[in-house]
């Protein structure tokens, strides 16, 4: 029996002895990385905070105390003792653990998150609560160095810091370079300066120096700033000191014992606190370690090599097309710029970095800055592609509005992982880009129906003069190799891919696949379906619609995104400005809710944006005596 199997909650981790824990991080560590070879998910930030999650379990008393993982993909082990130990398996499975956490998984998810930087804003939140319901329970936050890069997060420390409300915050860096006086000095000073006994004659002092009359307060303001002096010359914290945090560290996150007299220390301290643990990525499991950027986010692997377990498909990802036609686009033209925050492998633009260095922009965890960033680029005559994920465009939407459309300036915004996504779940999920990205005023916007049309958009996005976007699902293309040279689509314009005569299948971006495999199957039933490939979603090729809609009275719209404000509401919206009736319009997407996590082809098909809900939707539009009359002309 292992300590692990022991183990269902936080109270029966703390019967355990210190010096058993080092053995279960690497029971821990075992079963992340099996189960994780399996489901895939985050596994290198995860190997990383694992003595990190036993020490503050082992210490705080979760749920009461409340724990929040910022982003949350380094929470694995705070699932595993946190009762999920039996369920870890299911991973990221539909109906099975999310990859992040959720208020609604588990009472020991304190908030839940996928996005990055959130923590320190949802913790003061719950501090603020927990003192005004006179809760005395803990608010610890683990933040990792890269969501640090995010304004956010200062702005939560701001607040903090400012009102003096009891927060730790766990600094979990594992890559930046933040903390280069790591070593013995620096974990001793902050155990040591941590102490209970310590802060109190601290307090007590400060007190003694500001009492003493005439001199006090000079006195006491010369004894802080030799204070402070000597632990900047010893640690990295002054930027945390200057948000009135009290700051420890850094300290070897990956010491465990190291970690519980540090955190049984700062337990007791009133006051805002800043923790600085350095750990290291894929920490245990040795190819995660020497490929912390591979196993940050990985698929089913083999355990003993590290290698990925292949599919069988050798079709390029739309994600590497788009990479590749970046750098034969930027070859021709010394306009072109690159932008991302913080994704350059996720959003293909790693070998367009490597052979465009001066034009490559990583401008970290922060989308906003990097839309504002990108407007001032294109103010100047540069071509800046912002390569941003549809769910992180999501928190750059004031500066959409204000700081690019309204002066429509050209940036181009190449949006990736538009639809259904996966197992990253409703955080990640692209579903509201067409509804958000129509709205706005001068902007444009496409999608592709394949990886042609893929480079053919992004050149048309280059030769225009204004915002545009174009978005692309998350995957393997259909196989389909680019023209050369690659030429632009004029704006607006669509393209009937099938003929037919009795429903109209109008379908964008990757949802035309979907309407030619439903028009088969109708084919079987006597109804003829024509489908068109419209393309854009603004501008609409109105007339076409229109005139299809006057010709063949019965539409079906199908799209991978939000029913509101989406494809088939500005088809509806335009056949009303025209005013064409006797039309009947279905429409096909995703409703009023949002869609777990789990295999993107089960969530199409539980959520009906697939072939067989087209061909139910069209079929319904015909009567029964209708249907027959079809069965019999089809046969004859």
Same mark, same amino acid.
């Given at each position: ?9 936080? /109270? ?24 994780? #070879? ?19 379990? +082992? ?88 969501? $640090? ?114 955190? /049984? ?48 498909? &050798?079709?390029?990802? +739309? ?63 540069? &071509? ?73 958009? $992004? ?145 199409? #098909? ?13 079929? &319904? ?16």
């Amino acid at each position: 029996m292992t300590i692990l199997d022991s183990i269902n909650s936080p /109270s029966e981790l703390k019967l355990l002895a210190r010096k058993e824990l080092p053995m279960l991080a690497e029971e821990i560590r075992h079963l992340i990385v099996d189960v994780v #070879s399996r489901t895939g998910g985050h596994l290198a930030s995860s190997l990383g905070a694992v003595e990190l999650a036993i020490a503050i379990h +082992y210490i705080f008393d979760s749920p009461r105390d409340r724990i929040i993982w910022d982003v949350g993909h380094q929470a694995y082990a705070h699932k595993i003792l946190t009762g999920r130990k039996d369920r870890f398996p299911t991973l990221r499975q539909y109906e099975g653990l999310s990859g992040f956490t959720r208020l609604s998984e588990s009472p020991h998810d304190a908030f839940s998150t996928g996005h990055s930087s959130t923590s320190v804003s949802a913790g003061l939140g719950i501090a603020c609560a927990k003192r005004l319901r006179e809760d005395p329970g803990h608010v610890v936050v683990v933040i990792g160095d890269g969501s $640090m890069t995010a304004g956010m997060a200062y702005e939560g420390l701001n607040q903090a810091g400012d009102i003096h409300k009891n927060l730790i915050v766990i600094l979990n860096d594992n890559d930046m370079s933040i903390a280069k006086n790591v070593g013995a000095l620096s974990s001793f000073l902050s155990r040591k300066l941590s102490t209970k006994k310590l802060q109190s004659l601290r307090k007590d002092f400060g007190e003694f120096l500001k009492s003493l009359p005439g001199i006090g307060d000079d006195v006491y303001q010369i004894a802080k700033r030799s204070e402070e002096s000597f632990k900047s010359f010893v640690t990295p914290g002054m930027l945390f000191e200057a948000f009135n945090f009290e700051y420890f560290g850094p300290i070897n996150g990956h010491n465990i014992k190291h970690l519980v007299d540090i955190l /049984s220390n700062i337990i007791h301290v009133k006051e805002p606190v800043l923790l600085h643990v350095t750990t290291t990525k894929g920490k245990g499991y040795p190819p995660a370690e020497k490929n912390p950027v591979y196993f940050h986010g990985v698929g089913c692997f083999e355990v003993e090599t590290g290698a990925r377990v292949t599919t069988g498909c &050798k079709v390029a990802t +739309y994600t590497d097309v788009f990479g590749d036609t970046m750098i034969k686009l930027a070859e021709d033209d010394s306009r072109i710029v690159a932008v991302t925050a913080a994704m350059p492998e996720g959003t293909g633009l790693t070998r367009f970095a490597e052979k465009f260095p001066d034009r490559f922009f990583d401008v970290g965890i922060a989308e906003q800055h990097g839309v504002t960033f990108a407007a001032g680029l294109a103010a100047e005559g540069l &071509k800046p592609v912002v390569a941003i994920y549809s769910t992180f465009l999501q928190r750059a939407y004031d500066q959409l509005i204000h700081d690019v459309c309204l002066e429509a300036l050209p940036v181009v915004f190449a949006v990736d992982r538009g639809g259904i996504v996966g197992e990253d779940g409703p955080t990640h999920h692209g579903l509201f880009d067409l509804s958000f990205l129509r709205s706005l005023p001068n902007m444009v916007v496409m999608a592709p129906k394949d990886e042609n049309e893929l480079c053919r958009m $992004m050149k048309t996005a280059i030769c225009h003069d204004g915002p545009i976007a174009f978005r692309y699902p998350r995957g393997s293309g259909t196989g389909v190799e680019p023209d050369m040279p690659i030429l632009p689509i004029p704006i607006g314009e669509a393209e009937v891919v099938a003929d037919g005569r009795d429903v109209v299948l109008l379908a964008i971006g990757r949802s035309v696949h979907e309407a030619m495999a439903a028009r088969e199957q109708l084919d079987s039933f006597g109804i003829s379906a024509m489908v068109v490939n419209c393309r854009f979603v603004k501008p609409l090729d109105s007339d076409l619609i229109c005139r299809l809609a006057m010709e063949i009275p019965r539409v079906v719209t199908v799209e991978e995104n939000v029913l509101q404000g989406g494809f088939g509401s500005a088809v509806l919206e335009c056949l009303a400005d025209q005013a064409v009736t006797g039309c009947r319009v279905e429409r096909i997407g995703i409703g009023d809710a949002f869609i777990p996590h789990g295999p993107q082809r089960r969530l199409r #098909s539980l959520y009906r944006v697939d072939a067989v809900a087209i061909v139910e939707t069209a079929r &319904k539009m015909f009567d029964e005596r209708e249907k027959v009359e079809l069965m019999q002309k089809a046969h004859s």
